[in-house]
């Protein structure tokens, strides 16, 4: 499922005809990228592959000022299909990526524990500022901040606060891990 053309083809489908900045603006006014893998900076390359596999289609260009011209694109009838089967795929995808840190864990045996105790410790103090970015992200709202856009915030707090509880339980049992891994 490629996060991108869902985006690209929704916020076709919901807001109308736009132009690749005003998508963009889209995707930074939604702040996509703190919890999709949505980056605006891809965008503009995959409304040229949509428009080429006719699932959007330039509807006119428009220019103001000194700015560039600039195409406007609609959704269309298979971008809508697109749609739906991207959103299937979506929901019915179920399952947690494997995390790089588990691996790293698992062949640290030979580390000095404090190395790996500072490793997991900034770990955690980033994902601590992570959980801070989404609690002030949950009291500023933002213009026409949906109940969706609630339920996404609080799940990726969700998932933060689960890494958190984790990487303190890893700190905590870090003693008896470096034990079972001595020779």
Do not use: C
Request: net charge negative; no cysteine.
């Amino acid at each position: 499922m490629n996060p991108t053309r869902l985006f690209i083809l929704g916020a076709l489908a919901k807001r109308g005809p736009m132009h690749g900045h005003q998508l963009r603006r889209e995707a930074r006014m939604d702040r996509t990228e703190l919890w999709s893998q949505v980056k605006p900076g891809s965008l503009y390359g995959a409304l040229h592959r949509l428009e080429g596999e006719k699932l959007i289609e330039p509807v006119r260009t428009e220019q103001l000022g000194a700015l560039p011209a600039r195409t406007v694109y609609s959704i269309t009838g298979e971008g809508h299909r697109e749609l739906r089967a991207l959103r299937d795929e979506a929901f019915a995808e179920v399952g947690l990526k494997p995390d790089p840190v588990d691996l790293a864990l698992v062949v640290s045996g030979d580390l000095d524990r404090e190395m790996v105790r500072g490793y997991l410790e900034d770990r955690l103090a980033a994902l601590t500022a992570q959980a801070t970015q989404f609690g002030h992200l949950g009291e500023r709202r933002w213009p026409d901040q949906s109940v969706a856009d609630d339920l996404v915030l609080e799940h990726a707090r969700l998932r933060i606060e689960a890494e958190l509880k984790w990487h303190e339980l890893v700190l905590a049992r870090l003693d008896k891990l470096s034990e079972m891994d001595k020779p």
